[in-house]
């Protein structure tokens, strides 16, 4: 009976895949003439390709000397994707030609759990390029970006003096007063990111901190995980009775209640914050609906959470790390353990990225008049953010 029934699924999967074949390569009646039809835009990605997965710089530079600085590759074995290896070329293709044959890889698994349509996932890393993310990346701009900086840059000059103020206690429950794992350190870089958002950062161990850092955690998993709809599109239309649609939904509901919640705590806020900066950049443009405005927000500033404590790059708002390893070496000599083999070319890969991996280390204060220096700075939790940012105004005038 269990042969039979695996005979029967394999059978039907290899039907399906023959199926979606067909209707891929079949040309529509309706299409427009050659002649006529824009030419398909191809993603444009910079990715560590090919490296090993335990020590993946090891060698990029040998492999994008010999690659050149643009090289056609499948995402996953599945995507056609072209793969950028120089700065020069990401300007060149990804800014001054995007408009023309630029795009994002899609992910029928994402669109999926965003309740989205092919190529319109509110995971906007896998959008198709087109003038509905212009109008997300407009509005990510004036509230996330370059316009914003002086806005947040206080708060986050405040963030690195209460991270500070959080390795001293943290050292202070370590055994010799200096060691420490960075397992213990990036929750506590985590929560400087959350400095964005129109509260005061809450202790890493709050509930709303972990269902943040768990949701996206879940997300970026399947986003950068492949599953059986993204080979064989065709599943997104399942009846919502399977498994995988309900896995899906459930995933879904749990996205809009924290993402909602956070845009209203957000829109609410007397201070100058992201949200209002975004709400009010929209309605210059044309209406964009708060679920949509509520994901973006969302996934940007989680991606930076991310990025900023492991990689050291994305958007604006990843930047503020320089300064907190700037605070880090002021404070601290930061040391190796006994026994402790540390490789700086050993990683971990976590979703899109590479992270180091987990290693203890010893944060010795240069001295007492360090400590005293951090215990006499402000506590980020008694500041008043309306001080901090000010009122609310739109920074694009």
Same mark, same amino acid.
């Given at each position: 009976m269990i042969a039979n029934l695996a005979i029967v699924v394999v059978?039907?999967?290899? &039907?399906?895949?023959? &199926?979606?074949?067909?209707?891929?390569?079949?040309?529509?009646?309706?299409?427009?003439?050659?002649?006529?039809r824009p030419p398909l835009k191809l993603p444009l990605i910079g990715d560590l390709h090919s490296s090993p997965i335990d020590k993946p710089l090891a060698n990029w530079d040998d492999w994008a000397r010999r690659n050149g600085p643009i090289t056609v590759s499948r995402l996953f074995g599945i995507a056609p994707v072209v793969i950028l290896n120089s700065y020069e070329a990401v300007t060149e293709l990804s800014s001054r030609r995007s408009q023309w044959y630029s795009n994002r890889p899609r992910s029928a698994t994402m669109e999926i759990i965003n309740g989205a349509e092919p190529g319109q996932s509110r995971f906007t890393m896998m959008h198709d390029y087109d003038d509905h993310l212009t109008l997300h990346s407009q509005t990510a701009s004036s509230s996330l970006g370059a &316009?914003?900086?002086?806005?947040?840059?206080?708060?986050?000059? &405040?963030?690195?003096?209460?991270?500070?103020?959080?390795?001293?206690?943290?050292?202070?429950?370590?055994?010799?007063?200096?060691?420490?794992?960075?397992?213990?350190?990036?929750?506590?870089?985590?929560?400087t990111q959350v400095t964005l958002r129109p509260a005061n950062p809450p202790p890493p161990e709050d509930e709303l901190l972990q269902?943040?850092?768990?949701?996206?955690?879940?997300?970026?998993?399947?986003?950068?995980?492949?599953?059986?709809?993204?080979?064989?599109?065709t599943l997104r239309q399942l009846p919502e009775s399977t498994s995988l649609k309900r896995a899906a939904d459930e995933l879904f509901a749990t996205q809009l209640d924290l993402y909602t919640r956070l845009f209203h705590r957000g829109r609410d806020s007397d201070s100058w914050n992201p949200t209002e900066e975004a709400l009010a950049t929209a309605e210059k443009y044309t209406a964009v609906p708060g679920l949509d405005l509520a994901f973006a927000l969302a996934t940007s500033i989680q991606g930076g959470m991310e990025t900023s404590s492991r990689q050291r790059?994305?958007?604006?708002?990843?930047?503020?790390?320089?300064?907190?390893?700037?605070?880090?070496?002021?404070?601290?000599?930061?040391?190796?353990?006994e026994g402790e083999e540390m490789d700086p070319w050993a990683m971990t890969v976590v979703g899109f990225m590479a992270m180091s991996k987990e290693l203890r280390m010893r944060l010795k204060p240069r001295g007492d008049w360090v400590m005293e220096a951090i215990k006499r700075g402000p506590k980020i939790a008694a500041e008043d953010l309306d001080q901090v940012i000010g009122s609310v105004n739109d920074v694009e005038g």
């Amino acid at each position: 009976m269990i042969a039979n029934l695996a005979i029967v699924v394999v059978f039907g999967i290899d &039907l399906m895949t023959l &199926l979606y074949m067909i209707t891929q390569h079949q040309p529509s009646r309706r299409a427009e003439p050659d002649e006529k039809r824009p030419p398909l835009k191809l993603p444009l990605i910079g990715d560590l390709h090919s490296s090993p997965i335990d020590k993946p710089l090891a060698n990029w530079d040998d492999w994008a000397r010999r690659n050149g600085p643009i090289t056609v590759s499948r995402l996953f074995g599945i995507a056609p994707v072209v793969i950028l290896n120089s700065y020069e070329a990401v300007t060149e293709l990804s800014s001054r030609r995007s408009q023309w044959y630029s795009n994002r890889p899609r992910s029928a698994t994402m669109e999926i759990i965003n309740g989205a349509e092919p190529g319109q996932s509110r995971f906007t890393m896998m959008h198709d390029y087109d003038d509905h993310l212009t109008l997300h990346s407009q509005t990510a701009s004036s509230s996330l970006g370059a &316009l914003a900086a002086p806005r947040y840059r206080p708060l986050t000059e &405040l963030g690195n003096k209460q991270l500070l103020c959080d390795l001293s206690d943290a050292l202070h429950g370590c055994p010799d007063g200096a060691t420490i794992s960075t397992a213990t350190i990036y929750p506590h870089l985590e929560r400087t990111q959350v400095t964005l958002r129109p509260a005061n950062p809450p202790p890493p161990e709050d509930e709303l901190l972990q269902e943040i850092i768990g949701t996206q955690a879940q997300v970026t998993h399947l986003a950068a995980n492949p599953s059986l709809p993204d080979l064989i599109p065709t599943l997104r239309q399942l009846p919502e009775s399977t498994s995988l649609k309900r896995a899906a939904d459930e995933l879904f509901a749990t996205q809009l209640d924290l993402y909602t919640r956070l845009f209203h705590r957000g829109r609410d806020s007397d201070s100058w914050n992201p949200t209002e900066e975004a709400l009010a950049t929209a309605e210059k443009y044309t209406a964009v609906p708060g679920l949509d405005l509520a994901f973006a927000l969302a996934t940007s500033i989680q991606g930076g959470m991310e990025t900023s404590s492991r990689q050291r790059r994305g958007s604006t708002t990843v930047r503020p790390p320089a300064a907190r390893v700037a605070n880090l070496l002021w404070a601290f000599d930061i040391m190796p353990v006994e026994g402790e083999e540390m490789d700086p070319w050993a990683m971990t890969v976590v979703g899109f990225m590479a992270m180091s991996k987990e290693l203890r280390m010893r944060l010795k204060p240069r001295g007492d008049w360090v400590m005293e220096a951090i215990k006499r700075g402000p506590k980020i939790a008694a500041e008043d953010l309306d001080q901090v940012i000010g009122s609310v105004n739109d920074v694009e005038g």
